[in-house]
Each structure stands twice: as C-alpha cells, then as structure tokens.
C-alpha cells in the first residue's frame, strides 16, 4: 500500500509545473520543492514547516486578510491553468 502511494505521490508531483517565480504562491511552492527532494529519501520523511505561512504577492497579502480555503484552492488552480 505504501509503495503504491509513493509512487503515484511522486507521478503526480512530477507532472506538476509550477508559474514563473513571483506568480505563485511561496507557501505552496516551498512545500512542494522540499517534497520533492523528500521522495528521492528511502524510509520514512517528516517535512517540518519553519514559517509564519504569511503569503504576501500580486493576489494576496494575509498579513492584511486571509482568503477562505476553497478561495486560495481555486486561485491555486487558475495558476496551474496559466
């Protein structure tokens, strides 16, 4: 089951294509480089987020407001779109 997972996880990921830097969410981007470079780790892997997860760019600044999660889902989604 856990082979499985892994290696739809990693598929998944390497299909992914990221916007030019600057046009993406930076909370979102660090999580999915760092679980890249994780996947290439035999065993367990923790990922331990250091940040105060405040995303600050063209769209949004969370120090001013935070969007709902389906808001921030669906922006994360026009991005892949782009």
Same mark, same amino acid.
């Given at each position: 089951?856990?082979?499985?997972? *892994? ?9 992914? &294509?990221?916007? #030019? =830097?600057?046009?993406?969410? @930076?909370? $979102? ?14 065993? *367990? ?9 405040? &995303?600050?760019? #063209? =769209?949004?600044?969370?120090? @001013?407001? $935070? ?16």
């Amino acid at each position: 089951m856990q082979r499985k997972f *892994k290696k739809e996880f990693k598929e998944k990921l390497s299909n992914l &294509e990221l916007p #030019e =830097k600057g046009l993406a969410s @930076a909370i $979102i981007e660090s999580i999915y480089r760092v679980s890249e470079n994780l996947s290439g780790i035999p065993g *367990k892997n923790t990922l331990i987020i250091m940040s105060d997860l405040w &995303e600050v760019n #063209e =769209k949004y600044n969370f120090e @001013a407001q $935070i969007p709902n999660d389906n808001e921030f889902l669906n922006w994360l989604n026009t991005l892949r779109k782009a």
